[in-house]
């Protein structure tokens, strides 16, 4: 995701490396904190972000669920569509990043799962690249390699905790120099607009079936 292109980047996935790799504050402010670390034998490097929500976990699940959306909030996303759904926790999704020319745009084929610990209350929506379910496009680079993970943790009545993971493999002839220009403004601009799009009256009251809150 970025300004142009390495928005799927910014907001779709990791293959994460090793706890002894340390993070790096990367660019924080308006309750969003995002960090990077180096991933060893790649120059493209690990995101993870940090932020607050002011909703319950209905909302925000119903608002990350809500796909088709995502290129109102997703930087630089200019489509995004549902391919399959096996079940509402369980779909594989089409996503088209638009990049800085003369690069070639990206697009990627993610699975998507969603569960709820139990316990905890947490819920986890996950997703990994699932290059061949569509044949490539002529002119777009296919993203093979994509992980991202969300993590959202309930502390209060309508108060979460949100962790965002996402390391990819972007394909192609990308600059390093782009890639680490963009690798935080990316995230940093899409979870900023996500604090804002919950708060949406469309999703306040929202319903998920499966979700249990843990402050209701």
């Known amino acids: 995701m970025i300004r142009p292109a390495i928005s799927i980047f910014l907001a779709i996935s990791p293959l994460f490396v090793g706890p002894e790799i340390p993070w790096n504050k990367s660019k924080s402010g308006s309750g969003v904190v995002v960090f990077t ?8 490097k690990e995101i993870k972000a940090d932020l607050d929500l002011s909703c319950s976990l209905n909302t925000a699940v119903a608002c990350l669920s809500d796909i088709s959306l995502y290129p109102q909030w997703i930087y630089q996303m200019t489509e995004a569509r549902i391919i399959s759904k096996i079940s509402p926790t ?3 999704v089409y996503q088209k990043i ?3 020319w003369p690069l070639d745009d990206r697009d990627v084929c993610g699975h998507y799962t969603i569960k709820q610990n139990p316990v905890s209350k947490d819920v986890t929506m996950e997703t990994y690249a699932v290059p061949t379910v569509l044949p490539e496009v002529n002119g777009i680079v296919r993203v093979k390699k994509n992980h991202t993970k969300w993590v959202l943790k309930p502390v209060a009545k309508n108060k979460l905790k949100g962790e965002y993971f996402i390391s990819l493999d972007p394909g192609g002839e990308v600059p390093a120099w782009v890639i680490n220009l963009f690798i935080s403004e990316g995230p940093y601009s899409s979870l900023t607009k996500l604090k804002q799009r919950v708060l949406l ?3 306040a009251n929202a319903h ?4 249990i809150e843990r402050y209701p």
């Open 37 to 44: 670390r180096s991933v060893p034998g790649s120059v493209i």
């Open 90 to 92: 369980d779909f594989t």
């Open 98 to 100: 638009s990049t800085p």
């Open 201 to 203: 009256p469309k999703y």
């Open 208 to 211: 998920v079936d499966w979700v």
